[in-house]
């Protein structure tokens, strides 16, 4: 092989290698839009001083503070993912049941499993009785001009997400849903 | 003139007085060292310079919102500027511009932790962050391997260093997982055979290793560090020669272990104190007063050995680890000045008679050399 097609070939590897890691992003979670159990969640107002970063707004969830008694054997490590059960009450809202290390095997279609992690790496049980949990579904990025807009209805319990969960517990918001009406839905490209 | 040149300039003059070195032979010398490039020209530096600042301008990219594209769009840019990035290389490297392919690959490797980032953005990933970090790290040490490129190698353990810190700090756990990926670039730099590159290897583990007390066993464990330091000090001191034959590191290694063992006797004597107690607790301890000792004992060993092998690094270190050694002390006594002065006087005299042992060493190998 000539020294310049041993460069292209090494240099085809490289950026073709980084292109599939990029790619491997996208694939994964277009496949955990379109394919992942949907879920409805509330969306709960966090402290309003933050609530909007421009047009990037945090959501808070009423599943996002789980009680640590829920703890089901070990406690995970901190900063290490676990399983949140759910299940759907009478009312349809969701809330915890059951918390474990280790992923739960759950098949009633009235449960579901979430991945999370603590709000930002503590220990699960910081003696206060109540985890804080993020699930990576906590930020979205709205249409420019329409945060205080969103911040208002947030403020009012208007707001609800689309959530799909894959089989992994894995999350990602679908859309945004205002009166019960799907507003933002993002394109999967 | 580099600062090499200069020294040779100055011996040669003198070996030329002595006669040693004849008149054709000092200008063969000197033409010779006139014919010498320093590798880093203006545009090199100029070039690396440049794609450093790309990066940032690429990852300033990811705070600016970026809505009038579609998220495709944004992805067919991304992916362009990256595969452009590698396509420079090969344009550049074929027309033997070598200084801007290296710019060329960092600026790549940049676009691709940037593209990291943007594509979590887009699609709302918020796993484990410094999970990010690993991918954009094995991204530049693929680059380094293949193309391969010393700049992505350095951009591979500054991402490592980076990654180690982010996790830790999230995780508060000893992070071995770290070591398989820093082996993996420090061999790709003992494969260069790129000395730099071995420099930021070791530099890339020391910030593994200091903090690394704090992560294992009762979590206070910094005997390990110095245990660890002072292993790699010895071993390069004992196996000095040895290690030399197959790579001449036993110095650098001498001194990286005495910066370690040093890091890990001052975090015991001076920090831990206030991690564990919140305070500095009593001014005098006996673990202290033997740790203290240890630590000068440490320190002049190095330098002694730092003299009898001209390593000029090490023994500047020790200076150095010794002034800070002092001052903690000092501080920490500080507020009591009769134990204050009373370890200092202990302090002098017993370097006074190191001292004076070392003379006596001297005079009695001197005879012998000049009979030889």
């Known amino acids: 092989m000539t020294p310049l097609r041993r460069l292209l070939l090494s240099l085809a590897v490289v950026a073709l290698a980084q292109t599939a890691v990029l790619a491997g992003m996208v694939a994964d979670r277009t496949q955990l839009l379109r394919a992942g159990r949907e879920i409805v969640l509330p969306v709960v107002p966090v402290d309003p001083r933050d609530l909007f970063r421009g047009e990037y707004v945090r959501l808070g969830y009423d599943i996002g503070r789980v009680p640590t008694r829920l703890l089901d054997g070990p406690a995970p490590a901190r900063n290490a993912a676990f399983y949140v059960v759910l299940e759907r009450k009478a009312d349809g809202a969701w809330s915890p049941v059951k918390v474990s290390a280790a992923m739960p095997a759950e098949t009633s279609p009235e449960r579901i499993v979430l991945k999370g992690r603590t709000m930002h790496g503590g220990p699960f049980d910081d003696g206060g009785g109540t985890a804080w949990v993020r699930y990576g579904i906590e930020s979205y990025f709205v249409p420019e001009g329409r945060g205080l807009e969103l911040e208002k209805l947030a403020r009012d319990r208007r707001i609800s997400t689309l959530v799909a969960v894959d089989s992994g517990g894995n999350a990602a918001i679908k859309g945004l849903l205002i009166d019960g009406q799907l507003q933002y839905e993002k394109p999967l490209f | ?372």
């Open chain 2, 1 to 372: 003139m580099s600062w090499y040149r200069h020294k040779v300039e100055r011996d040669l003059a003198r070996w030329q007085a002595a006669g040693w070195v004849g008149d054709a032979g000092a200008a063969a010398i000197r033409a010779e060292l006139a014919a010498r490039r320093s590798p880093f020209g203006i545009a090199s530096v100029l070039a690396i310079l440049g794609a450093v600042l790309f990066g940032f301008a690429a990852i300033s990219f990811v705070a600016s919102n970026w809505w009038a594209m579609s998220k495709l769009a944004r992805l067919a840019l991304l992916l362009a500027t990256l595969w452009g990035c590698y396509g420079a290389t090969a344009l550049l490297l074929h027309r033997r511009l070598e200084a801007f392919a290296q710019a060329a690959v960092l600026a790549g490797v940049a676009v691709y932790g940037a593209s990291i980032m943007l594509i979590a953005q887009m699609y709302h990933m918020e796993g484990n962050p410094p999970d990010a970090v690993l991918y954009w790290a094995l991204g530049a040490l693929l680059a380094a391997v293949l193309v391969p490129s010393n700049p992505a190698l350095a951009a591979t353990f500054v991402l490592l260093a980076v990654w180690t810190v982010y996790e830790r700090g999230l995780g508060q756990h000893a992070h071995w997982a770290f070591l398989p990926a820093w082996a993996a670039a420090a061999a790709a730099a003992g494969w260069r055979g790129w000395r730099p590159g071995l420099h930021l290897a070791a530099l890339a583990l020391l910030v593994w290793l200091v903090p690394l007390g704090y992560l294992v066993l009762d979590r206070h464990a910094h005997w390990l560090v110095v245990l660890a330091g002072g292993a790699a000090a010895v071993a390069a001191a004992t196996a000095g020669p040895a290690i030399d034959r197959r790579l001449p590191a036993s110095a650098a290694l001498f001194c990286y272990g005495l910066v370690t063992a040093f890091a890990g006797v001052y975090i015991l004597q001076f920090i831990d104190p206030i991690v564990r107690y919140g305070r500095l607790g009593e001014v005098w301890s006996w673990r202290l007063m033997l740790l203290a000792a240890l630590t000068l004992a440490m320190l002049l060993a190095s330098m002694a050995w730092a003299l009898r092998t001209s390593n000029r690094a090490a023994l500047w270190l020790a200076y150095a680890a010794f002034a800070l050694e002092v001052l903690g002390l000092y501080l920490k006594t500080f507020g009591s000045l009769l134990n204050t002065s009373l370890f200092f006087l202990v302090a002098a005299v017993i370097v006074s008679l190191l001292a004076w042992a070392a003379y006596r060493l001297h005079r009695r190998a001197a005879p012998a050399e000049a009979a030889a």
